[in-house]
Nanobody, 127 residues
Framework: QVQLVESGGGLVQAGGSLRLACAAS????????MGWFRQAPGKEREFVAT????????YYADSVKGRFTISRDNAQNTVYLQMNSLKPEDTAVYYC????????????????????WGQGTQVTVSS
């Protein structure tokens, strides 16, 4: 059974940092793109960041560019999201996603682009 399990969420003050981790099991995701999304109450799930399988090239939503960093450790089958300079508007449930079908040299930024999802981890930023 394939699973993506997020961890590292919590409550932090504005300006603080958190590091999310997404551990995959049941299959390897090292050859596939991975992404992070988030969903705030009453809002649609939105793209945060993605990382390609080869070379580790990354792409970010404008709202987090320069503050968040996505990375991956293929040996550990794990993807990370380092979040710095957090703002109250970053408050949301954060989801890890994996795409295991054909992937060209693109960045995948829509939920429909991914076929595996974690259960989510809550991030709350207080002002």
């Amino acid at each position: 059974q394939v699973q993506l399990v997020e961890s590292g969420g919590g409550l932090v003050q504005a300006g603080g940092s958190l590091r999310l981790a997404c551990a995959a099991s049941g299959r390897t995701f090292s050859g596939y793109p991975m992404g992070w999304f988030r969903q705030a109450p009453g809002k649609e799930r939105e793209f945060v960041a993605t990382i390609r399988c080869s070379g580790g090239a990354t792409y970010y939503a404008d709202s987090v560019k320069g503050r968040f960093t996505i990375s991956r450790d293929n040996a550990q089958n794990t993807v990370y999201l380092q979040m710095n300079s957090l703002k109250p508007e970053d408050t949301a449930v954060y989801y890890c996603a994996g795409r295991t079908y054909f992937s060209g040299n693109n960045y995948y930024t829509f939920p429909k682009d991914y076929n595996y999802w974690g259960q989510g981890t809550q991030v709350t930023v207080s002002s």
